[in-house]
Nanobody
Framework: QVQLVESGGGLVQAGASLKLSCVAS????????MAWFRQAPEKEHEFVGA????????QYADSVKGRFTISRDNAKNTVYLQMNSLKPEDTALYYC??????????????????WGQGTQVTVSS
């Protein structure tokens, strides 16, 4: 069982930056592809970005490309999401997720085996 704990959310104004962190338990973090998803009220989970186990491949949703950056530190069992130029439409509960099966991760929530509890990001206009 892998536990994921997100942190770093908060209330910011449009144009600000936030950096989310997700710490994983266990010894095999460096073998997992990791991703960030978000969910706004009354909406489905939305893919934000994913990073391969090695950190050598990343992918992003079009809505965040150029503004958000996903990275990881395998020595610290941590994946990050740097969010710049935040917009009100980025307001959501942000989750990290672990994919123990694939190399690069996937855009589909069903591809992930473990999920954190989420951290709230609220962007005011």
């Amino acid at each position: 069982q892998v536990q994921l704990v997100e942190s770093g959310g908060g209330l910011v104004q449009a144009g600000a930056s936030l950096k989310l962190s997700c710490v994983a338990s266990g010894r095999f973090f460096s073998t997992y592809a990791m991703a960030w998803f978000r969910q706004a009220p009354e909406k489905e989970h939305e893919f934000v970005g994913a990073i391969a186990w090695s950190g050598g491949h990343t992918q992003y949703a079009d809505s965040v490309k150029g503004r958000f950056t996903i990275s990881r530190d395998n020595a610290k069992n941590t994946v990050y999401l740097q969010m710049n130029s935040l917009k009100p439409e980025d307001t959501a509960l942000y989750y990290c997720a672990a994919d123990t099966q694939s190399v690069n991760g996937t855009r589909w929530p069903s591809g992930y085996d473990y999920w954190g509890q989420g951290t709230q990001v609220t962007v005011s206009s």
